[in-house]
């Protein structure tokens, strides 16, 4: 079994900061890529950041230069520091990893169960 736990939304005025964290657990040999995704009513999910066992980042053109993404790969844990924050970024946000079990021979995707993030005055 494996798990990504997220934690860390909530509502926050325009301007403000949130950090969101994801640790996962369970049954793992190694994790490749960590990312956060989002998604808001009446869309599509879509990529925020992500980045890979080694450290090199990837973020949406929205976020760039508000959002940054961190992990440790020790504690098998991603986190997102997301900065002046705006009402369009309001959207559940869900963890995800590429990674491969303990007795498994590919990779695969996972997510956590997404935690909202609501910017409003």
């Known amino acids: 079994q494996v798990q990504l736990v997220e934690s860390g939304g909530g509502l926050v005025q325009p301007g403000g900061s949130l950090r969101l964290s994801c640790a996962a657990s369970?049954?793992?040999?190694?994790?490749?890529?960590m990312g956060w995704y989002r998604q808001a009513p009446g869309n599509q999910r879509e990529l925020v950041a992500s980045?890979?066992?080694?450290?090199?980042?990837n973020y949406a053109a929205s976020v760039k230069g508000r959002f940054t993404i961190s992990r440790d790969n020790a504690k098998n844990t991603v986190a997102l520091q997301m900065n002046t924050l705006k009402p369009e970024d309001t959207a559940v946000y869900y963890c995800?990893?590429?990674?491969?079990?303990?007795?498994?021979?590919?990779?695969?995707?996972?997510w956590g169960q997404g935690t909202q993030v609501t910017v409003s005055s």
């Open positions: 995800n990893a590429n990674l491969r079990r303990l007795g498994a021979i590919w990779y695969d995707y996972y």
């Open positions: 369970g049954s793992i040999l190694s994790i490749n890529a």
């Open positions: 980045i890979t066992s080694g450290g090199s980042t």
